[in-house]
Structures are given as C-alpha cells and as structure tokens.
C-alpha cells in the first residue's frame, strides 16, 4: 500500500491516480536512466507500466548493452485493439540506433488478457532468429495485460 502524507504529517492510503503517477514515474526512471534489469521482474515492472496504459496494440522494445543497463525503451509501432502489423525490419533498425546487445521485446492486450497467442510465440520465434547472427539476444517477449507474462518465465526462449 503506498500512503501519502497530508500538510499536518497524518498519513492515509493514496488515491488510485496516485499510485499510477507514482509507478509511471519510477517505470521511465528505470527505461531511461541505464537501470540494470537482471531479471524478467526487473522487465515486467520496466516495461509493464509503460504500455498497458495503451487503447490499442502496441509492440515495442527495451534496448540493452551487453551488461544488460538500460540504453532506452522505443514504441516500434501500433494498431488496432486487437491486431498489430510487426515488421521484424523495424526492429532490427531500432536495436542498431541503440548499439544494443540485447533485447525485451513486449506488446500489449487492451483486452487485459496476457496468454501468449500462437502468433505472438510465431513473431518471437522470428524476431530471435534475425537478431541472433546479428549479436543481439532476444532477453525475454512480455505480454501486457492486467497482468505481465514473460516467455522466458514460462521457457518459451529455447
């Protein structure tokens, strides 16, 4: 629970705007700042904020240096509320913009469902193939719903 203090010092529970405000703050802080993300959690809090705001399908990435420190977080593109074109190209070209070594990718489900689709496991699988002989490992795919599941908690990056 996060509380915030009144003018007097009396502490109550924070209004739910609050706490978005709140996380929104400290999810850029880790995208922009060349925060360490060592962990599908570390992704999940990074990233999931991020985009689950969005009304429509959103893909994007999390670009990293080889020590995994954050070099910045890009909106590749968008859709509709419930398809997204992903055009593995644009990726490539954003990963080289970033001198990244490696990659989170994630996309969002308005919808609010998180369950990897066969077309999302398909793109994954995709996206891993092209940038692996390129020297950039893709780290983990998110899915963004109420809740954030991560292919590489569930070992669907084999």
């Not at 509380?3 to 995208?31: C, M, N, W």
């Amino acid at each position: 629970m996060l509380y915030v203090q009144e003018e007097k010092g009396k502490y109550h529970p924070a209004p739910a705007d609050a706490i978005f405000v709140e996380a929104t703050r400290l999810s850029d802080d880790r995208l922009e700042k060349g925060e360490f993300i060592g962990s599908s959690s570390d992704a999940k809090v990074a990233v999931g904020w991020k985009i689950r705001k969005y009304r429509v399908e959103v893909f994007a990435c999390l670009f990293l240096d080889s020590a995994h420190n954050s070099l910045g977080f890009e909106v590749i593109c968008s859709g509709t509320i419930n398809c997204n074109t992903v055009h593995p190209r644009e990726v490539v070209k954003a990963a080289f913009n970033h001198d990244a070594s490696a990659v989170i990718i994630a996309h969002n489900h308005p919808s609010g469902q998180s369950t990897p689709s066969k077309e999302d496991i398909e793109l994954t699988k995709k996206l891993k193939d092209l940038l692996d002989p390129l020297q950039i490992k893709v780290l983990d795919h998110l899915v963004v719903g109420d809740e954030v599941t991560s292919f590489s908690d569930l070992g669907l990056l084999k």
